[in-house]
Structures are given as structure tokens and as C-alpha cells.
């Protein structure tokens, strides 16, 4: 290296022998040592050794002197050159030196250079080899140079870490010449690389604004036990409280679309829009009284599976639990099917060998200590009784067991005689007590044969006292629903054929008998029977349900049994008023939420819940054409939705004031079966599965009764099979014919297997596309009225969630008129004879005529659902559940809800969790791997885009504590190409793995280890062992404690490792990985920067099922320069409180993790005087010798930098200790793994910083001494 001084100069560089690199063969070096800078052409004694000729010898080989050091800045080459002659003719030595003369000749005849030689200066990035790309800089021509003399060439070459060559190209090869006096001069800087082998340093935290630097668009991480958060107002009145769980969107924002109060009993109360994070999309609520969704959740066969009398029960935490009779095939019993999220759990409880005498009639509720409680008869046919066996689950449905097989205290009568058939049983549970009510019919000849068993329960369910075996009073009783309101019992009750009231239980002890005490409500009388009864018992009707649902609300549905049980409901929002729905007063005026056009196509055995924001009707169905009757269905009433259905008077209608969809069809029976549709064409119809499937030419039409004005209101849910179907013309899909007097609109639905089109038949022209993707559900809305038409598509997810839909023909709504022909027309089905040609269709419903009087238009006018009250929780998302307090609200007031857990990603920072025993954690796994879990944190919440940034240093340090993983990347954006790089790798284990034996719950050593480490006593307790035995088993364990020694086969001390939860299955030997608790990286970036940081767990098997992280920091690393030097201690503080008694006894209580305190100081003193004299050349530290590498601290900067180091951190910020740096020395070495305990240590800085003046003068000259700084170990 060139000779340093302390000011910038222009220096000459020693040219040895051994820095230069030239081809042999075509080369003569007349020296064996050096060359020697001279000024003239030999000396009087003829020596030569400053001298190198390049001969040609005839051939065209490349000649080439290279200096074999990279240079840096504004380079100056010198040289002197003389051409020659060349060929094969030359003498052995191709100059020769007259004694005592300047005279020279390259052999003795006239050769020369030919015409178009030239010799170059060149420069090369790559290398400095032949074969290294280079770049001429300056050419040297025949002319330029003689032969008869020295020629001096100087040319002047900017580098940047590149390579200096003065080289002649094979082509235009000149021919012998001779180079001496080379001088290579550069600015040189003053500035000397001190670093060390090994460096000591503090990692200090870069500044993570957790709220607005996790990069959550690019992050993909989950929570365990993800919740909501507090929900944060934006303005002052109305606040929100939150409960439930948010596992898909970290942000649910609440809007108010209805200012006013929260009052729910009038329906009309303030409502709500919500929308999930970074969406403008707005979901508002289709009220829960018309059909939005249908789905087959258990199929039948009456051969070897049924499920009878479905009854259902929404968990605390979310799950539904569906119970069901098996009356099909032996064993009998029942069946709980449990619905976890996308899981599905199911048990088979076997009661009877042989058929039972009565039915099951399962009943399902929750019980206030969070047990879900099972009831069902269970007949004794020896002895004419029955009783009630109940069952208990503690895990909401996963599992059961038997909590008493005689829960009556009594026996119920069943004899011929004198004794009741049970029929359904309802269950509800108040605090500590528990009422069962069940229906019961009299067996003897009577007026009135429909009564009441009542039992009642003050132990949770442990036992029932029978109040009444059979009550069936001066009228008949037929319990339709049962549920708790305000603290009380309610039963609905169907007393005769037109009429139904409501109880108020003020306690499960009450006897029914005294029910004409009791206060009622009326629930439906009317002139229409809901109830048919004949000789004393109700014979029709008996599906009838009522529930409450979330809002408090309460529904009733009825069969109007004089029009093939059509189904329509009856419902309170203030639990004492109850009115028809869709706006209408009068019977006269009602219309059905399921409209039948048989009495044995039908809905059958209702139990209605709150699920999912929606309520759900569970049921058997009736069919005449299928096997499926006891299948159990879900019937989905109302939801979230991005496109609602619209008031009949009012956009923001209250609750009953809605409109709906009055005509319905789903596949419980073909549509031709039934008089509401007409089918055409000679396809096949199969109903299986929850849907029908229509091969071939398969047509549904009617003809409704509608003016332009009216229109029609649509609904379909389809999934195109196959490959078949052409949008070109109609093939499959919806036809739709509207027309009056005077004009005609028709609009065809195209439906391919994978796109729709909306065509606008007269017009000869598309209104709009839309693709779905293959083999996709998709939902259908159609709102025609006069020339306008509106298509939105919802690419069906589950029917549970909210739903999101797109408008199709959003730039065309106006149809083209034509001349009136034929009559109105709603058709749909596949219009075309192709036997490949499939679709299943799941749902078709339809409004017209005047009931269809508010057009359904866009996604901005629609309803909201309405808010609750403080105590009563409504869904919203995921399990997230909300209520209000303190009303008033206004339109447009906000609320943001933000995603919390029990274990949540901010545990990793220090600023929100300062201890080392909390941790966030991952979604955990049952088995198997835990998924991959993403954590991008942005360098500055404004930047996601734009010039890479550094983070202060180009040394870094990421460091992780209560880790319980084995793999992980360092990776960081590179915002040039929007991408994410990977840094490093991480093997968590490297350097701590070896071969072992197990001795029970010991592992030693097993063999010797070709990377042998050391540990220490104890220190890896906590940690876990990974025992593989290269046979696929691995298992992971947690070390208990360890002794200290070499882990390998020596002759000196050897480890041993003690586990817990060891067990003979274990493997006996293979290979040890350690997996730290803690582990740093500390990256030597070599000039790369970047936007954003990141780590990657990969998915991998952990012995906890989930992954977990107790502190994630990382940032520059500050490197002491100098080092401190004596001045280092280490104290070990246990936390350790010891009680002594008044006899001396001592008892120690451990009160949590022992810590280590570090001192460091520099007590021989820092010569500061660089800093205040020459600060444009301070000697520095460097962490790589790799190219890009820069300077990562200067020489003696460390009593003023401590000063703001102290400053920085400021007491509460983390600092990372690393007592162990290795000066890198390849690209290899440039990414450091610290995985043992001395060598890092994550604390805070404490005490003061002192700095003392040992001599020199301030600012100019000082030596300072730096007293102790002191580190606290974070435990």
C-alpha cells in the first residue's frame, strides 16, 4: 500500500515484483528481484533487471503487464516504452545492451512494428487475468512511440475498485517492444483501516413505531387467539364495545348510516355500514326475513343414515352444534355435529339396540357456567316409562360425555292408558337454573290432548325436578319455541288453529299448570289457521317455530295450512308487539318467506339461531320425488351485503318494512314439479347433494303478472359443470321479457363455463361481462324495472359470510324498447339439446308486480343494520361482536376496531411488552407444520416506495428471544425492484449440533464431531434439543439442565444434557441440534440498502405446535473504536428473596429469571485529538473486506458518542451487547450467527455516563477516560 502521511499527497508506488502479474512465453523479465524505477536506458555495466520486452516470435499471442491491486480515485500511470522488431528470426534475447551507449536493437535487422500496431492502457472491474473483462482507456500507435528511443507516456484513469493493464490485442499484434520506469502516483487519503480480528460493540434499536411501521399489506403473520380490540372513536358520542374474535382483518372500521338512538324495540333505532381494512366497500344488512342462502349441511340416506328433528345451539366462542335423531339402521341414537370454523367434528352417541317406542327429540343449550348441555328421551318399554339422558360438553361440541341417564327424579307415564307420547323437547338456561319443557300428547280419548312436561334444574343441569308429566289444561298446548328475555323464561306456545301467545316464566320453578296466571303476549290470531287439530291433537302446523336472535328480536313461523303450509313469519323488536313482515298489516296482504305450491315440497321440523350476523333456519324438508327428507338444511335469512334489499317506503326502512323475495324455489323437488314454474326440452333433472343438476336442454319459465313500472327482483345461485356453454347466443342462463302496450325490454344472462354477459336482446348489443373463473358458484341479483336493469355477481363464497358484490353492467343500464309481442317472461335453465352440458342450480327466487316497488340500483343506497344496545352483542365479522353505549349517533361517525390476541405480534416489541416471559405466538396446529408467518416492519411509515435507505450503519444486528424455531430468513425490499431479497438463511442450530446417545432422559455425546462446541453449566436450560435419528424420527424436547464440557467424543470433560418429558420412543442416537432461546445476526451489508426489513419464519414442525417470539429488535451496530480494555466485569444477580424466621430458618423464594449486569470502561484513556484536527482522514473500523464494504466507526470518537448513545437510548430502549464481532473476510463470514449466551445479551443501559479528563486541553487535544457504563441483562 502506497506510504501514509497525514495529508493528502501525490505518492509513488513501490513497484514489486509481486504485485504485478504478466503472460508468460511472449514475456522476457531480465531481473529476478525487482524492478528498480531509473531514469535512463541501462547503465555502464550493462544490467537490465529494470527492464521487460515483449517479443512476438511470429505468433499473434496477447501481451499483457497488469498490476494486481484494485485502485480507487484519479490514477496516474507513467512509463517508458520503446517499439521493436519481431519474428521468428530474433535472437534468444531480444535486446541488447551496448556497453557504455544509450544505442539499442531489437535483434540485428531491420524489423519493425507493422502500420496498424497499437499497445493500450486498459481497466477491468472483474479482475486482473488475461481473461477478465477489460476496457481500453488511452491507445498508443506506432507513431506515438519510437524505436530508436524512449518515448514517456503518462495518461491519467479514474477507477472505482478496478484493475490497472497495459496491454497489446492479439489483433493488429505490433511486434516486439521494451516498457521500464512505471510509476503508478494516486491520491492517496491518510486514513487507516485499525479494525481488529475481533470487534465489540452495542447494537442500538432502530425506531419502530409499532402502530405505523408494521408493514401489514406485506406481512403475513397470525395471532393466537386473535380478538378484538377497544374500538377507537373518531368523534365524541356513542361509544362502541367490542368482544369476540377478528381472525381475518386486522381493521374493521364501523360507519353510521342512520343517526339517532339505539332503539331497538321500534326497529327504526340509528344503524351501521362496516367495511374491513384499506376497503371502500361498505357492507350494510338484508333484515333476517327472506331467504339470502341455502346449503345442504347433512345428507341423508333412509337406508343407513337419517337426522331427525334437527336442534342447534351457537356457542360462546363460536361454534355450532347441530343434534340429530338416527333412526335408521341399528344402533339407534343420535348424532352432534359441531361446526369449528372450516372443521367439522362428530359424534355418535348409540342409546337403543332395537327400535324405541317414542322419538329422540334431541335439545341442545348453553349453560351459564360455558358447558353445552344435551337432552333426549330415551324410552323403557318394560315398564311404559320414559326418561331424559343428558349429556355434557366441556370443549363447546368437540367431545361428550354422559352427565346422568335418568335426569328426571320421575319417570314419565308412556302406557296406552293413562300415559303421554313426548314429542319435541326445548331446553334454556337462566343463570344457575334450567328449564325443560317438552311436548306431550295424550294417549287416552280426550277434547284436548296437547299438553305440557315441565322439569326444572337449580344445579346446572346435574338433575330435574318434574313440575308437570303431561299438563294439558282447559285448551291445548303446543310448545313451539323457548327461549330467555330479559331475565326471564318466554314459551311460545300454539293454542288452537289460529291462534299462538308468549309466557313470561319468571322462574324455572313456576308450574305450568298455572299458566292461566301467567302474562301473554300475542304472538299471531288472525282468521288464517296456522294449526290443524283433529280428535284433540294439532295434526298440521306442527314445524312451527318461534326464537329470539341476537338483536333481542323475536321470530315466529308459521305454516298457513291452508295453502300448502306456505311458510311466513310473524316477529317483535320490542318482544311484546309482533307484526307481519315486508310492510304488511293484514293477513289479506301477507307474503311468504317460502312460498310452496305443495304440502309435500316443504320445509319441516324448524329450529331458528342467531349465526354468523344472519339468523339460520336448521331443518328436515319434505320431498315427493327424493330420498333426503331427513337431511339437514340451513335456510339462510338476511346478512351482510354490499347490495342490500331496499325498504318498501324508505331507503333506511326499519325491520319489518323491507322488501324481500315472495317466490321461491330450492332443490327439495324439481321446479317442474310444482305449479310455480313450467319446465320445457327433454334433459335430465338429478337432485343430489343439496342441488340439482340439469343436463341438456332443461328449461323453467312463468309468466308474472308485472307492469314496466313494477318490474322483477331476482335471485340465483348457479355453478356452470363442464366445459360447454357459448355466450354468443343463449345456451345456458336467464331470459328476461318485460313488457306493456306499448313497448318490450329483453334481456338475456349468457353464461359460459367461466364468463357472463349481460345482452340486451333488441339492442343486438352487450351491456356488460363478467368473468368468474372455471368451475366457480356464483350468486345472481337481477333488479329490472321499465328500460333500466341492474346485474350484480357474487363469486359465492360461504353463504355464512358477508357477501360481496359486483355490478355488471355498470356503464349500460338502458335497455332498447321494441314492439310488444307474447307476454311477461322469466326463463332460466340451458336453452340448447348438448348432452355435455351441465349446470347445478341451488337457488331460484323472484319478486314482481306490485310488491316490487323500490328499484334495487347501486352499492351507495342501501341499508345498514340497525345498532344495539349496551349488553347485547351483535356480529359483525369473523366472531367480532359489538354494542353501544352512550347514544346519540350521527351519519358518518366512525369507529375503527383494531385486531387484538391473547398473544398479539406487538409482544415482540420492547415498547409494548418490557419482558422477556410474554410472547406473541402464531396460530398454532394440531400437527404437522405450523404455517409460514411473515414479519415486515418499513424503515419510515411514509415510505413504502422511492430510494432505498440505510438504517445508519452497514454493520446491522437482528436479534430474537424466546424463539422456538429452527428456521428463519433475514430478508430486506429492495424498492428498485419491488421485490423482497434474502439476506441470509438462518439456521438457528449452527454450531451447536453433534452426534449423541440417549440414556433415558440424558443425552452424551455419541461419537466424535467434526464441529465440536463448547457449553457452558446450565446454559442451555429452557433451550430445546432436537434428537433426529436419520430415520425420519424427530422429536424435540426441553432441556431441563446441562453441565459444562466439549460436545464430542474427548478425552477431557464431556456434557450431559438432561430432557423433560423424554419417553422410550424417543431416538436412541442420531444427531443433537440445540435450538437457542436467543439468537443474534449480525450482517455485514457491504452497501446494500433497502426500504423495509423483514424476518420469515418457514413453515416447520415446533415442539409447541405454534411459533413464538419474546422480543424482535434490530438496528445499527455501534462498534467501539477503540475496544475497552481492563475494564470489563459481569455480576450475576438471582432474583432471589430469602425469609428468615426468628430461629434462623431461611427459606428462599425464587421470584423470577436471574440477570447479568456488564460494566465496560476505557480506563487507560481516548487520545481524542484526531477528532478536533484532521476530520476529513480518521483512521476507522471496517466489518468486511468484501467490496462495497464502508467504514463502520472512527478511532476515538467514543467518549463523545457514549454521550449520545445515552442520549438515544435515553434509559428505555434496548440495547444489544455483542462482546464478539469477527472482522469478515469473505463474502461467507459476512452474515454473523451468535447463538451462546456470552456472546450477546439484550439489556438496558443504566446509571450515568462519566467521562474524566486525564491530559490535553478541550475540543483541541484531550485524552478522556471513560468510567463504567453499566448494562442491565432484560429477563
Known amino acids: 500500500m502506497p506510504t501514509v502521511t497525514k495529508n493528502p499527497i501525490l505518492s509513488s508506488e513501490t513497484l514489486d515484483r509481486s504485485n504485478w502479474y504478466y503472460i508468460p512465453g511472449q514475456t522476457q523479465d531480465h531481473t529476478d528481484t525487482t524492478f528498480q524505477p531509473r531514469n535512463s536506458f541501462g547503465d555502464v555495466d550493462g544490467e537490465t533487471e529494470n527492464l521487460i520486452t515483449f517479443w512476438n516470435s511470429g505468433s499473434t499471442t496477447e501481451k499483457m503487464l497488469s498490476y494486481q491491486n484494485a485502485l480507487e480515485g484519479n490514477v496516474t500511470i507513467t512509463f517508458k516504452i520503446m517499439r521493436g522488431g519481431g519474428g521468428s528470426s530474433q535472437p534468444t534475447y531480444n535486446v541488447k545492451l551496448a556497453n557504455n551507449s544509450i544505442s539499442q536493437v531489437f535483434h540485428l535487422s531491420s524489423y519493425d512494428w507493422n502500420p496498424s500496431g497499437t499497445v493500450t492502457i486498459q481497466k477491468s472491474s472483474t479482475g486482473y487475468t488475461k481473461t477478465d473483462s477489460w476496457t481500453t482507456e488511452h491507445t498508443i500507435t506506432k507513431t506515438d512511440i519510437s524505436n530508436t528511443g524512449w518515448t ?114 321500534s326497529g327504526k333505532g340509528a344503524s351501521f355500514y362496516w367495511r374491513e381494512t384499506g376497503d371502500v366497500t361498505n357492507y350494510g344488512y338484508d333484515v333476517p326475513v327472506t331467504i339470502q342462502g341455502y346449503e345442504q349441511i347433512l345428507e341423508s340416506n333412509t337406508l343407513t343414515k337419517d337426522y331427525n328433528y334437527p336442534n342447534a345451539v351457537f356457542t360462546v366462542n363460536g361454534n355450532l352444534i347441530i343434534a340429530t335423531a338416527e333412526k335408521a339402521v341399528s344402533p339407534f341414537g343420535l348424532t352432534l355435529t359441531t361446526i369449528q370454523g372450516s372443521s367439522t367434528h362428530t359424534t355418535d352417541i348409540n342409546v337403543d339396540t332395537s327400535l324405541p317406542t317414542i322419538d329422540y327429540y334431541p335439545a341442545l343449550t348453553n349453560l351459564s357456567n360455558g358447558n353445552v348441555l344435551l337432552a333426549f328421551w330415551k324410552s323403557f318399554n318394560s315398564t311404559d316409562t320414559c326418561q331424559v339422558i343428558t349429556y355434557i360438553s366441556r370443549d363447546e361440541g368437540i367431545t361428550w360425555a354422559k352427565s346422568n341417564d335418568e335426569a328426571l327424579d320421575i319417570s314419565i307415564d308412556i302406557s296406552t292408558a293413562t300415559g303421554f307420547t313426548p314429542k319435541r323437547l326445548f331446553l334454556a338456561s337462566n343463570e344457575n337454573q334450567v328449564l325443560l319443557i317438552g311436548r306431550a300428547q295424550k294417549n287416552a280419548a280426550a277434547t284436548n290432548r296437547e299438553g305440557i312436561i315441565q322439569a326444572a334444574s337449580s344445579n346446572m343441569a346435574a338433575s330435574f325436578k318434574v313440575l308437570s308429566s303431561g299438563y294439558t289444561g282447559t285448551t291445548n298446548l303446543v310448545p313451539i319455541g323457548l327461549f330467555v328475555q330479559d331475565e326471564k323464561f318466554r314459551l311460545a306456545t300454539i293454542r288452537n288453529s289460529n291462534s299462538c301467545v308468549l309466557y313470561d316464566i319468571e322462574h324455572a320453578f313456576i308450574n305450568v299448570s298455572y299458566i292461566g296466571a301467567f302474562i301473554d303476549t300475542t304472538i299471531y290470531s288472525d282468521d288464517i289457521d296456522i294449526a290443524v287439530f283433529s280428535s284433540g291433537l294439532m295434526t298440521q302446523g306442527e314445524e312451527a317455530h318461534c326464537f329470539k336472535d341476537e338483536n333481542n328480536h323475536i321470530y315466529a313461523i308459521f305454516s298457513d295450512t291452508g295453502n300448502n303450509d306456505s311458510k311466513f313469519m310473524r316477529l317483535s323488536t320490542d318482544g311484546n308487539t309482533f307484526s307481519y313482515t315486508h310492510g304488511k298489516v293484514l293477513f289479506s296482504d301477507v307474503v311468504y318467506m317460502y312460498d310452496s305450491t305443495s304440502t309435500t315440497t316443504n320445509l319441516d321440523y324448524m329450529t331458528g339461531i342467531s349465526y354468523h350476523g344472519k339468523n339460520i333456519l336448521i331443518c328436515n324438508i319434505k320431498s315427493s320425488t327424493t330420498t333426503y327428507d331427513d337431511s339437514v338444511y340451513f335456510i339462510h335469512l338476511g346478512g351482510y351485503t354490499n347490495i342490500t334489499l331496499p325498504g318498501t317506503t324508505t331507503v333506511q326502512a326499519p325491520i319489518n318494512d323491507t322488501l324481500g323475495y315472495y317466490n321461491s324455489w330450492l332443490p327439495f323437488d324439481p321446479p317442474g314439479t310444482a305449479s310455480t314454474f313450467s319446465k320445457t326440452g327433454a334433459g335430465t333433472e338429478t337432485i343430489d347433494d343439496g342441488k340439482m343438476r340439469i343436463n341438456s336442454n332443461v328449461e323453467y319459465s312463468v309468466s308474472p303478472t308485472s307492469t314496466l313500472t313494477e318490474g322483477y327482483l331476482i335471485r340465483t345461485v348457479l355453478q356452470p359443470i363442464g366445459n360447454q356453454g357459448a355466450t354468443t347466443s343463449l345456451e345456458r342462463g336467464i331470459k328476461l321479457r318485460l313488457l306493456d302496450v306499448s313497448n318490450m325490454y329483453i334481456v338475456q344472462l349468457r353464461i359460459s363455463k367461466n364468463t357472463l354477459i349481460v345482452r340486451d336482446v333488441n339492442g343486438s348489443t352487450d351491456m356488460g361481462t363478467y368473468a368468474f373463473g372455471n368451475n366457480v358458484k356464483i350468486e345472481i341479483i337481477i333488479s329490472m324495472r321499465g328500460s333500466s336493469i341492474f346485474v350484480y355477481v357474487n363469486k359465492h363464497g360461504s353463504p355464512s359470510k358477508a357477501k360481496r358484490f359486483d355490478l355488471v353492467n355498470e356503464s349500460d343500464t338502458t335497455i332498447t324498447s321494441a314492439s310488444p309481442t307474447g307476454s311477461n317472461e322469466i326463463a332460466w335453465g340451458q336453452f340448447v339439446t348438448d348432452a355435455l352440458m351441465n349446470t347445478d342450480f341451488f337457488e331460484f327466487h323472484y319478486t314482481s308486480g306490485s310488491e316490487y316497488s323500490n328499484m334495487l340500483t347501486s352499492s351507495s343506497d342501501f341499508l345498514g343494520r340497525t345498532f344495539s344496545p349496551f349488553g347485547t352483542y351483535i356480529y359483525i365479522n369473523d366472531d367480532l361482536k359489538i354494542c353501544t353505549q352512550d347514544t346519540p349517533t350521527y351519519q358518518s361517525d366512525t369507529w375503527d376496531i383494531e385486531r387484538t390476541a391473547d398473544y398479539p405480534i406487538e409482544k415482540i416489541f420492547f415498547q409494548e411488552s418490557s419482558s422477556m416471559v410474554t410472547y406473541w405466538r402464531s396460530q398454532a396446529v394440531s400437527s404437522g407444520s405450523v404455517a409460514e408467518n411473515f414479519i415486515a416492519i418499513k424503515l419510515d411509515e411514509g415510505f413504502t416506495t422511492g430510494t432505498n435507505q440505510s438504517i445508519g450503519s452497514d454493520i446491522i444486528c437482528f436479534h430474537l428471544e424466546g424463539i422456538n424455531f429452527k428456521n428463519f430468513n433475514i430478508e430486506y425490499y429492495n424498492s428498485s425492484t419491488s421485490s423482497w431479497v434474502i439476506l441470509k438463511t438462518v439456521d438457528s442450530t449452527e454450531g451447536l449440533t453433534g452426534s449423541f446417545t440417549r440414556e433415558n432422559s440424558m443425552v452424551i455425546p455419541g461419537g466424535t464431531s467434526s464441529n465440536p462446541f463448547w457449553m457452558n453449566f446450565n446454559e442451555f436450560v429452557g433451550c430445546i434439543a432436537e434428537l433426529d435419528d436419520g430415520a425420519g424420527n424427530v422429536v424435540q424436547r426441553e432441556i431441563e439442565f446441562n453441565t459444562s464440557g466439549t460436545f464430542s467424543n474427548v478425552d477431557s470433560k464431556r456434557p450431559e444434557i438432561k430432557l423433560i418429558n423424554a419417553t422410550s420412543s424417543d431416538p436412541s442416537s442420531g444427531t443433537l441440534r440445540i435450538l437457542p432461546k436467543k439468537i443474534s445476526i449480525v450482517c455485514s451489508l457491504n452497501g446494500i440498502k433497502a426500504i423495509a426489513w423483514a424476518i420469515r419464519i418457514t413453515a416447520q414442525e415446533t415442539k409447541d405446535k405454534y411459533f413464538t417470539i419474546s422480543n424482535f429488535s434490530f438496528g445499527q451496530v455501534f462498534v467501539f473504536s477503540p475496544q475497552y480494555g481492563r475494564g470489563r466485569s459481569i455480576t450475576f444477580e438471582p432474583n432471589v428473596e430469602i425469609f428468615q424466621s426468628e430461629d434462623g430458618t431461611m427459606k428462599p423464594k425464587k421470584k423470577g429469571n436471574a440477570k447479568r449486569i456488564i460494566r465496560v470502561s476505557w480506563a487507560d484513556g481516548i487520545d481524542t485529538n484526531f477528532l478536533y484536527n484532521d476530520i476529513e482522514n480518521l483512521d476507522y473500523f471496517i466489518s468486511s473486506s468484501t467490496s462495497g464494504s464502508q467504514a463502520i466507526s472512527t478511532w476515538s470518537d467514543i467518549p463523545i458518542s457514549m454521550k449520545g448513545i445515552y442520549d438515544y437510548v435515553a434509559g428505555e430502549k434496548p440495547i444489544v451487547y455483542l462482546p464478539y464481532i469477527i472482522k469478515s473476510t469473505s463474502s461467507s463470514t459476512d452474515i454473523r450467527i451468535i447463538n451462546t449466551d456470552e456472546k450477546h445479551l439484550l439489556g438496558l443501559i443504566d446509571g450515568n455516563l462519566t467521562y474524566d479528563n486525564i491530559l490535553g486541553d478541550e475540543s483541541e487535544n484531550e485524552v478522556l477516560r471513560v468510567a463504567s457504563v453499566i448494562i442491565r441483562e432484560i429477563v
Open 152 to 265: 514517456t507516456i503518462t495518461q491519467t484513469i479514474n477507477l472505482s475498485n478496478e484493475y490497472l493493464a497495459i496491454r497489446q490485442p492479439t489483433t493488429d499484434n505490433a511486434g516486439g517492444w521494451v516498457i521500464t520506469d512505471i510509476e503508478i502516483s494516486y491520491n492517496v487519503s491518510s486514513s487507516v483501516d485499525r479494525t481488529p480480528e475481533v470487534m465489540r460493540g452495542f447494537m442500538l434499536p432502530y425506531p419502530v413505531n409499532v402502530n405505523s411501521m408494521l408493514w401489514d399489506s406485506e406481512s403475513s403473520f397470525t395471532e393466537q387467539n386473535p380478538r378484538a380490540g377497544i374500538a377507537e372513536s373518531n368523534q365524541e358520542g356513542m361509544n362502541i364495545l367490542t368482544s369476540g374474535t377478528m381472525e381475518t382483518n386486522p381493521l374493521i372500521t364501523i360507519e353510521t348510516a342512520r343517526a339517532g338512538g339505539v332503539n331497538l324495540e
